[in-house]
């Protein structure tokens, strides 16, 4: 009797597994998204996962070398820095972010500067003839004789790009555009970017190759794709900022190499992406004086970022009043309004509250409350903060005030930029020029206005 053939259903959303047809994704809610992968389209499945699996004899610990991880530079402060310290050769990065925001100008500029330095870079792109990149490339200054242009969809034939010269860095833009010959389904499903990847990263460790791979992101902001091709790459970075506005941010999610904490700051330029300079100064003005607007400091990564928060605080023509946070937490922001209320009796519950970081920077940690409530206090009695001034602090529930981490970092921060006065939590244990002053509760807010 005839062995019954078994079927495998794969969602083409996030590459979740069946062995039945599903209406619905129980892992990411798509609807309709699972197809029948073919015998080949299996066949690829159980080679990826062999290779993630494949058995070997333990040792003990004290009988393996430490491997030394050898880095060479981009030529860019701020890629350096996310990456951590340079690129490592045999290194598989990952970057994501929303259409338009650089993607492709960053590592064009980066791969003209690695070619500049010697490095023979071979930049593949699936997206644009090689015409439309020797004009960008003109425009960004990166014509460089060791820097080799490839338009081509077609993995086996990158593979035979690969094998003729002895390139050191490739970059692949994008992930969902390239297609292998051994599958049936269409560039950037599930089945072809695991295929792809997977071939890409053997390629990458057996001849130390250092591979950039460019990856579209979905409506909620996640890379498009099978969740295993973020496990199988060593470093994941997402490029973030709105394409209206010259800052961007390339940001680490994942890196085998160094620390995902630290953070770079670009700038869109008439030449392309550059490194920001004096990156402080762009986001918040001391020049004058204003109801609602307050400087803050925020810690990236080792560096620390000083702010403007600014507030609207206007009377509500509706039943419920609105609360409105653009690069703050909503959830935060109701609840320092709720604490305002019940410490300080504020009538905020009549009063729409809106709430702005400058310079289109999202803040995801607790020091900036502090700046927050001076700045809705100040909105709601019209009296200006001097910019000479800082507020750094947590704000709990109780309606204290509570030290926050690298406290060090902010102050200096804060001195180099001219700035007289910090209003924080508890006086620094370190020596500095600044006047700083002790606010322990949120009640004590008020002897400020």
Known sequence: MAKKKSSIFECQHCGEQSVKWL???PSCGGWDSFIELS????EVVKKVAKASAEASKATPITQIEQDNITRFSTHNEEFDLVLGGGIVPGGLTLIGGSPGVGKSTLLLKIAGNLAKSGKKVLYVSGEESAGQIKM???RLNANEEKLYLLSEISLEAIQD?????DYEIAIIDSIQTIYSDKLTSAPG????VREI?????RKAKESDIAMFIIG???KDGSIAGPRVLEHMVDTVLYFEGESSKEIRMLRGFKNRFGSTSEIGIFEMTQNGLESAKDINRRFFDSTKNQSGSCLTVAVEGSRALILEVQALVTESTYPNPKRSATGFDTNRLNMLLALLEKKLDLPLNSYDVFINISGGIKVKESSCDLAVVAAIISSFRNRPISKESVFIGEVSLTGEIKDVYSMETRLKEVSSQGISKAIIAQKPTIKTNLKCFEVDEVVKMLELF
């Open 39 to 42: 015998s080949e389209q299996q």
């Open 136 to 138: 960008r490339a003109t």
């Open 197 to 201: 990847t997977f071939e890409l990263m």
């Open 23 to 25: 209406g619905k994704c």
């Open 189 to 192: 499903s599930v089945s072809q």
């Open 216 to 218: 579209h992101i979905t």
């Open 161 to 165: 790009e690969l094998l003729r010269e």
